[in-house]
């Protein structure tokens, strides 16, 4: 589909001959089509997948672009027909790690090679340059380095590409990137709601904010994009874009899959958390119509000085921004650990600063906290992120207390700073829950 076929057109367009191979005659014809549109690109389409495999060089490297699941391993079983020993499979999709070193292990009896290997950026990523995560076997990610150096987005330290590790570490990687895109997705939502609610600002003095957000600490992808949907009208009828959306959120299962995790290797992570069960409270659009006319709400908003508002929400943005990669990169950290996967936590934040979905200018700070100290058991401890949060902490309680004092819903900025505040004390009351639970 559009991410296989950009990725496609991407290699391409790097001059290396590329076949490709869809199920659907019609997919075929279109990538074919949009390749010779594109600049005569050097594509060649297949409708059998034996040719397909035939006319690829040997040792074979196939990248396969599929939904998760039952599709992934229906596709493996038509390819391994014509598959030889050497060949190497790369599933690019967003896949569940155990599931891809089941697969590996089953290609390994065939002598096959196998990799999972997360792609961000979404489509417009897959076409000019995304963030890549290749895990599996070191010598077969070797192989395809020079390809994936040149398809990847670039950077001022280079492609925004390195091998993650072996087994099922790239699926897993790439999981963690889309738990934190949740948790730093519902904190700009959560920053909006303020600003549009007790600030009254209007769409265009929030895209000002945000344009001016942009520039600074805040500057990221993320933001951005942002920045231009409170500018986009409505082409249709009078009004802006925005206002017209309905505030339901769905969700894929990468979220759902990385929470899910935290809870398995015991590692908190309650931005992450907070942004899931806001995605499945917001799915419940005809139950909170019922309950806002049977619910008090809160009391009327007093006035606020808008300037203060905007920056105080700035700080307490970013002082979650900074509680939500460092629940991410615990994770990793974790699973690295538990799995023997040696995962280096600075390479990782280190591509991840072009290309893909997260991509923002303080990842090079979070690479170079994890150059000062490799070891480092949170983000939080960093001599600077630390520094930080302790500046931005009174804005970031003000922002949290007139939230819930408005009835306005803010639950990742609120856990983001219990996270800060749990993490900081000695001594927790869990002294007596331990009493509790002996007696």
Known sequence: AVMGQNL????????????????????????????????????????????????????????????????VDATISALSEHLEEGDLIIDGGNEWYENTERRAAECAKRGINYMGMGVSGGEEGARNGPSLMPGGPKDAYDRIKPILDKVAAQVDDGPCVTYIGPGGAGNYVKMIHNGIEYGDMQLIGEAYDILKTVGGLSNAELKAVFEDWNKGELQSFLVEITTKIFGKKDD?????????????????????????????????????????????????????????????????????????????????????????????????????????????LGAIARIWKGGCIIR???????????????????????????KELSERSEAWRRIVSLSIQAGITAPAFSASLAYFDSYRRARLPANLIQAQRDF
């Open 8 to 71: 496609a057109l991407n290699i391409a367009e790097e001059g290396l001959p590329i076949s490709v191979f869809n199920r659907s005659p019609d997919k075929v014809d279109d990538t074919v089509a949009r390749a010779a549109r594109e600049g005569n690109l050097p594509l060649t389409g297949f409708k059998n997948v034996k040719e397909f495999v035939d006319s690829i060089e040997k040792p074979r490297s196939i990248i396969i672009l599929v939904k998760a699941g039952a599709p």
């Open 360 to 386: 923002a200018v303080f990842l090079d700070r979070i690479k170079q906290a994890y150059d000062r100290d490799a070891a480092l058991p949170s983000l939080l401890v960093d001599k600077e992120f630390a």
């Open 236 to 344: 249709l009828a009078e009004g802006d874009l925005v206002d017209k959306i309905v505030d339901r959120t769905g969700s894929k299962g990468t979220g759902k899959w990385t929470i899910q995790q935290a809870a398995e290797l015991g590692i908190a992570a309650p931005t992450m958390a907070a942004a899931l069960d806001s995605r499945y409270i917001s799915s419940l659009k005809d139950e909170r119509i019922a309950a806002s006319s049977v619910l008090a709400s809160a009391t009327s908003l007093s006035p606020v000085d808008k300037a203060k508002l905007i920056d105080d929400v700035r700080k307490a943005l970013y002082a979650s921004k900074i509680c939500s990669y460092a629940q991410g990169m615990n994770l990793i950290k974790a699973a690295s650990d538990v799995n023997g996967w040696n995962l280096d």
